[in-house]
């Protein structure tokens, strides 16, 4: 009988400050049994990058996109659970118009924490920033992602679970910022600057966008936004400038500067008459930038090997893959700023 190969649990793959130059795809594979649990941890998105060497071979034809960075390269998984990029930054380097900088895809859990996706070529080169369109991404959290340069910035199109953007940057691309085909997608704090349209809106999608500035940085005929007939969108608190003026066209509608700050547009009929959702936008205080060698760690899973970690004085204190047995309540000092653990159910008590 074939052996069978045990399915993929809390694989962590850490990658220390440093420049990882590559000249093809780093691929995850396409079996969805190796599409799961599986976090790759930076110490920076400007510290810890990916690399596509310039005018690599395989990334030169624009009309056949290829990622630099490849979560699962198959057609369609619902297993990508917990699957993490953190603190890491991916540059798809010069001259390399069919490059793609990462292919993500995550289910149930998951998502992106601290990624910048660039390319360095002059002309902002590239043809994806961020591509989600496997099926099915979602439900899934991406917290601090930017995206400069790029014919299209992100790509959606599943329409099924939906992916939350928070503190999301979008800079520099030649297209558009944000295509979404069919998805639901939410953003709470968009920065966008360029002189192409922020987002495409079309087939059924719909956005729900908060708390954010379009702006474009050097003039442009065209407006932020293009929503198609049949797509949605729920602007609250958002602010347009230096856009072209929106207007109905058969397709559907664009919208630009001169309008308000929050709206609605349900299938191709712009509202401003109906209640707006206006949830508050959270404030953090910013944890601190403590370098990982300065980190407390854990030794020991018990609840007791914790406090002392706790109580040891140190601003972060990490816990490593494992299950810690309390037999008390843990007590979190004043000068503990953070504490790190590798995603849920990696790190747990």
Known sequence: SKERKPPRFNVTILLPAGTYLVSDTLDYGNS???AKRATLQGVGSRYSVIKLRDHADKFQDATAPRPVLSTFSGSATNQAFEVQINDVGVDIGKENPGATGIRFVANNVGGLRDVRITSSDKTGAGAIGLDLTTAWVGPALLDGVEIDGFDT??????????????????????????????????????????????????????????????????????????????????????????????????????????????????????????????????EFDEPPETPPGQWRRVDGFTGEAIQQALNSGRDTVYLPIGLYTLSAPLVIPTTVRRVIGFEIGRASC
Do not use: C
């Open 32 to 34: 969805p049994m190796w």
């Open 153 to 282: 910035g992100i790509s959606t199109l599943s329409g099924q679970y939906g992916v939350t953007f928070r503190h999301l940057t979008l800079k520099h691309q030649q297209s558009v910022g944000f295509l979404n085909r069919r998805d639901s997608v939410a953003i709470d704090g968009l920065v966008s600057h360029s002189a192409v349209p922020v987002f495409h809106n079309t087939f059924q999608g719909f956005i729900a966008l908060a708390h954010s500035q379009l702006i474009a940085d050097s003039p442009t005929s065209q407006p932020a936004i293009v929503d198609d007939a049949m797509a949605s969108l729920h602007v609250v608190d958002t602010a347009i400038t230096g856009y072209a003026a929106g207007k109905a066209t058969a397709e559907g509608l664009t919208i630009g500067s001169g309008a308000p700050d929050s709206f609605a547009v349900l299938k191709g009929a712009f509202r401003t008459d109906i209640p707006v959702f206006d949830l508050p936008s959270p």
